[in-house]
């Protein structure tokens, strides 16, 4: 059966998955706890998702800050456009999101402007849903967290929205430590923050949620990945935008039909599908759809959305983008400094062109120690800088405007050894509480006439990988059983001691939290016999037993997690 | 060479471990990335510190939100208290820590009130170290960052300025997941805050920074440990609140001369010992240092500092307390829930009381619904809690104060089972940055005469397990090293390929990032002769090569990494 949200949630709650945030205190809408189990699930993840990056493609990985300064989100666009339209009650102060009050009258609420949302809730006689009152103006509402860094108010700061601005403010460093090479794939997990004005659908919309983001910084003319063949006819269940019908093709067709930009895009779309596979998301509810015209960032190449077929519907979890050169530009704007690659040609080219030079002579009595800045912010530029005659230049902080006397246009012809390019950034964002969710309703079965829950977690991800029972806690069956827990656990398979109840409610607890494998020392293991010194352990998918040796418990644990079937016991 | 803590840094940033966050927007005081090496020595630390309390010991994990309402914070006692003194400059609105600003005239100028401060000021002279203007009022200033959680300023929230907390809010979800049992060990990793009037000493105190913490929650009369027999005879460095003199003894002799108060915490001040110690810190330039009497919170039992011996002097990188009932206490009395656990007697004991009974009879008809919850909280109430013959209970939120018309004190005579007990905290708090910190400054080693920098990084936190060089980057040299590099790297043990510069500065710039191994594949790999199919590895601290076959390299690392002397290869 599939799984019900709420059962799902009841679960999680009840064997320590997720708890709602703050009960003892009332709750806190939008936040959630991750519990023993949920904790090293989500630790499980990662690990999956750095493997795959870390590992295999060896992209690097940082650890930046979640409190920013206002520059940074005035740069990434975030302080003037990260808002929802939000309204308040006129009568019981409630806030809501204008467009959730239109729903249903609208096919696209999202897209009505305030002045139209306000319309509506006079046309279509929309009251507050709490006591009836009126609705009042519509107004945008910032979903940053605000605070202050330090004492006073002079310096507002934000928790980030996303973690991918940390890598983007890093930059230079990271092109630094990568020798300035490009392509340059850098990751990073951690909190990020949306201030909902009232969220709903459990995990799916966080106040407080945990991404794992992946920039790759490319060369904007060289949208390849050498690993590209290894893939290309793998199948991906697609819907582009141009017929938003869902078609299978494979990814070398996908890129030849242009229905995914370039290769590098379409290759960790692929890597996408791979690591969630690999996860328990079931291929047959996971689908790629791509952004539609309207939808797509103006500054974006493409875009595409894994989504993820749950009882709240097709989900968003995870995001690739092909971002082109926004974000470098806009922080290079904003910063004043040069985030641009160079590019060796591979035989130095003679051209003709016209350059912005400044005029030395007259920056140094006028700048003083500052003048070299000044005339480099100059030759930074590109005759286009140039309005009416005068330029404008950041020396640190401050802006400059200049006039002819400090600079002029030449035209010169030289030998150049290559060219400044704005790397391009391919993104694949991914949401990992999303993801945590959907990987528990896909493992989700509940059988209704046993009132029996199992969940089919692979064992990557599953939160304990083998519960150990002694049959009884006597006669020594517990010496064995404590045994194999520490040597299994320590070595850090995450194993679950067990002593009391049935065998059978053993075996129920464990298949609710998705244990692989159950291992039960019994009075065979400790009396004379054939089966001496040996235990029983336990498939939880087939429900298949067999007896191997208690002294080979560990290895043949560590064979099982690394891909050997039940079977070949 | 000693480390001096601005080269230390500069070599952080140059390779980068960390980064001052923010740069290229001209920084924020007290806040730094960290970089591709040291976000993997930060994911190391981590993963050693579990090893030992969620593997060796067996306590769960948990990952709470840092974002929390008020209410958390007022039981905590951090709304009320967790303060600096501020005063502001009247001429240049620069803000200050008071206290800092006497230094040099006062022994501890943190113990002032704010009125002594004022009075210092005039009396000492001390002007507005920036621009020489007089230094204003002092106030207090609340340390936690403070924002809004949801729209307008209903829901006022801080950003942690501990993940101790998180745990605290959960006990009861934690009490359930351990089938209410004593001991319970959680533990806890993450970010947490402290919104610094003026931060200094680089990653000593940071705005934004790393814990791990863990809270054992044990029975108050049973401070023992199972595995402290196991540890009694190791030695530990203390220096007594008593004596205030270095002394060494071992934990046995520690508890018995009631130098630390008892045995789970000794335990686990030896247990911060070995942690520290395996990941390279010094035990030349480590001690514990229990807390002077003013110095310890008025509830804690007993409280000792693990200092390591840095550029800044005897720096605090661990706290290891035993807090008393002090948390659930105050969460319990918060909340209004039963934080006590319930503590079985081996035979029932018949016991005389006085109990509080509610008058079921009053409260139906007056609380409807709600009696049931009423009389609940009545009957939770001691007679103590009775003042002047009212109580007041709390119930959903609400506090009602009750007369003798519903409750009485009754005389009882009962066989009881047990008692509840509020458990007790023992608390092992580690600052995630400062450890970092320090495990490089104890690994750094810098010769002058020869230019010639070395980390000394123990193998389990050293960011790059492996540097893997061809010789030259043709011949098929570069194919074996691309191969061995990607065995090593995607099982895990991070693996560094460099092919360019003399092997000489490719193993200089392993040695400065403390690399324990480097692998070079030459000529005699390739070609035909005694060697071939072998590669050189070399060891960072003694300099010493062999040769070994290439094959075996990933079995070699893996062997070095478990333990194995590198003179036995």
Redesign the interface.
């Known amino acids: 059966m599939a799984a019900n949200s709420a059962d799902l949630l009841a679960l999680c709650k009840r064997r320590?998955f997720i708890?709602p945030?703050?009960?003892?205190?009332?709750g806190?809408?939008g936040?959630?706890?991750?519990?023993?189990l949920?904790?090293?699930l989500?630790n499980n993840i990662v690990e999956a998702w750095r493997?795959i990056y870390k590992?295999?493609e060896?992209f690097?990985?940082?650890?930046?800050?979640?409190?920013?300064?206002k520059?940074?989100f005035k740069a990434s666009g975030h302080v003037d456009n990260f808002a929802d339209l939000?309204t308040y009650c006129q009568k019981c102060q409630a806030?809501f999101r204008a467009d959730h009050m239109v729903k249903g009258f609208y096919e696209n609420p999202d897209i009505l402007t305030p002045k139209e949302l306000e319309e509506a809730f006079v046309k279509h006689n929309i009251k507050c849903p709490e006591c009836g009152g009126d609705l009042g103006p519509v107004d945008e509402?910032n979903l940053m967290?605000?605070?202050?860094?330090?004492?006073?108010s002079a310096?507002v700061?934000y928790?980030r929205p996303e973690t991918a601005q940390?890598i983007f403010?890093?930059y230079?460093?990271?092109y630094r430590?990568n020798r300035e090479k490009l392509p340059l794939g850098v990751i990073q997990t951690g909190?990020s923050?949306r201030?909902?004005?009232?969220p709903r659908q459990g995990m799916i919309r966080m106040?407080?949620f945990n991404q794992m983001e992946v920039e790759l910084f490319v060369d904007p003319e060289d949208k390849d990945w050498a690993k590209f063949p290894e893939i290309e006819n793998e199948k991906l269940d697609l819907i582009p935008n141009t017929t938003l019908e869902l078609t299978t093709m494979t990814v070398k067709e996908a890129v030849e039909k242009g229905v995914i930009a370039n290769r590098v895009l379409a290759y960790f779309v692929y890597t996408t599908k791979q690591l969630l596979v690999s996860m328990g998301i079931d291929p047959a509810r996971l689908r790629f759809r791509e952004h539609e015209k309207d939808e797509m960032a103006h500054y974006a190449a493409d875009c595409w959305d894994a989504e993820v077929l749950l009882s709240y519907g097709w989900t968003e979890i995870v995001g690739i983008a092909d971002r082109g050169c926004w974000d470098l530009s806009r922080?290079a704007q904003?910063?004043g400094?040069d985030m641009s690659h160079f590019k060796k040609f591979d035989v130095p080219r003679e051209v003709e062109m016209d350059k912005v030079k400044a005029k030395n002579k007259a920056l140094g009595p006028r700048f003083k120690g500052q003048a070299k800045d000044v005339a480099a912010a100059i030759e930074a530029l590109s005759p286009s800088d140039v309005k009416d005659g005068k330029i404008t230049v950041k020396v640190n902080?401050e802006d400059i405007e200049l006039d002819g006397e400090s600079f002029e246009v030449v035209h010169v012809k030289e030998k150049v050894a290559g060219e400044r390019v704005i790397p391009h950034v391919i993104e694949p964002s991914h949401g990992l509480d999303r993801i945590f969710y959907s990987i528990l309703e896909h493992a989700y079965e509940y059988d209704e006439k046993e009132d029996y829950t199992v969940l089919h977690l692979a064992p990557v991800v599953a939160p304990i990988k083998v519960g150990i029972f002694p049959l009884m806690e006597k006669d020594g069956l517990d010496d064995v059983a404590r045994d194999i827990y520490s040597k299994v656990?320590?070595a850090?398979a995450e194993a679950y001691y067990d002593g009391s109840g049935t065998i059978g409610k053993r075996y129920a607890r464990m298949d609710e939290i998705g244990t692989p494998w159950c291992i039960t020392v019994d009075y065979e293991t400790v009396e004379d016999g054939p089966n001496k010194g040996t235990v029983t352990i336990r498939d939880r998918d087939t429900k298949d037993q067999k007896r191997i040796k208690a002294s080979e418990a560990k290895d043949i644990i560590d064979k099982l997690l690394a891909g050997m079937p039940f079977a070949s016991l």
Chains 1, 2 share one sequence.
């Open positions: 320590g708890w945030s703050f009960e003892v205190y009332g806190v809408a936040m959630f706890d991750y519990g023993p949920g904790c090293i989500k493997a590992g295999r060896g690097i990985e940082i650890d930046s800050e979640t409190v920013n300064p520059d940074v939000i806030p509402f967290f605000k605070t202050n860094i330090g004492p006073g310096r700061g928790l940390g403010v890093n230079l460093n990271l430590y909190r923050y201030n909902e004005i009232a106040r407080e922080h904003f910063s400094q902080g656990h320590v850090g």
